[in-house]
T-cell receptor
Framework: GIQVEQSPPDLILQEGANSTLRCNFS?????LQWFHQNPWGQLINLFY???GTKQNGRLSATTVATERYSLLYISSSQTTDSGVYFC??????????FGSGTKLNVKP | DAGVIQSPRHEVTEMGQEVTLRCKPI?????LFWYRQTMMRGLELLIY????????DSGMPEDRFSAKMPNASFSTLKIQPSEPRDSAVYFC??????????????FGEGSRLTVL
């Protein structure tokens, strides 16, 4: 199967700080998504980004498929950004493999 | 459009009881997925359907688990009999691959199951 590794596993930020989360995958993939699991357990779509760069407000993401990694940038972090960020790759058709996540805690 | 809707949000039951979890996918989505999330194993795919037909159930842990999709707007995941090790959050997700859709995966809010 495919290995999906996320780093760092844990991250503590002061409100207003910037951060970069990384997702490495061990083989070519068809699709890649970033999710935010908030403290209530909801999985919220952030980006569908098999390649290239996208931005949505304070968040942006870049996937370099040929080098098998994706980055999620969070700027001017807020306490509401706290939670776990997951990267998920579609390796086999309809089989999404999730990383173990980056747990982010933004302190006021 | 409403998102993926799951019920119940929380279920507490005793070992040996039957548990039924329900899901309504996003209207127009042709794929439906059941996932399970635990601390030890993370998010795991249990089964997925295409146009109401089960396609891959290789992730279903054992015969105590069954899933059905009688129509395009409803699916159930049943555990009978339930065991404490089934305690987890069960997520339903859907996507649309027909036409020019990107196939983005959307999740429901999950059903947190506790088996005592």
């Amino acid at each position: 199967g495919i290995q999906v590794e996320q780093s760092p596993p844990d991250l503590i930020l002061q409100e207003g700080a910037n951060s970069t989360l990384r997702c490495n995958f061990s083989d070519s993939v068809n699709n890649l998504q970033w999710f935010h699991q908030n403290p209530w357990g909801q999985l919220i779509n952030l980006f569908y980004i098999p390649s290239g760069t996208k931005q949505n407000g304070r968040l942006s993401a870049t996937t370099v498929a040929t080098e098998r990694y994706s980055l999620l940038y969070i700027s001017s972090s807020q306490t509401t950004d706290s939670g776990v960020y997951f990267c998920a790759v579609e390796y086999n058709f309809n089989k999404f493999y999730f990383g173990s996540g980056t747990k982010l805690n933004v302190k006021p | 459009d409403a998102g993926v809707i799951q019920s119940p949000r929380h279920e507490v039951t005793e070992m040996g009881q039957e548990v039924t979890l329900r899901c309504k996918p996003i209207s127009g989505h042709d794929y439906l997925f059941w996932y399970r999330q635990t601390m030890m194993r993370g998010l795991e795919l249990l089964i997925y359907f295409n146009n109401n037909v089960p396609i891959d159930d290789s992730g279903m842990p054992e015969d105590r688990f069954s899933a059905k999709m009688p129509n395009a707007s409803f699916s159930t995941l049943k555990i009978q009999p339930s065991e404490p090790r089934d305690s987890a959050v069960y997520f339903c997700a859907s996507r649309r691959l027909a036409g020019r859709e990107t196939g983005e995966l959307f999740f429901g809010e999950g059903s947190r199951l506790t088996v005592l």
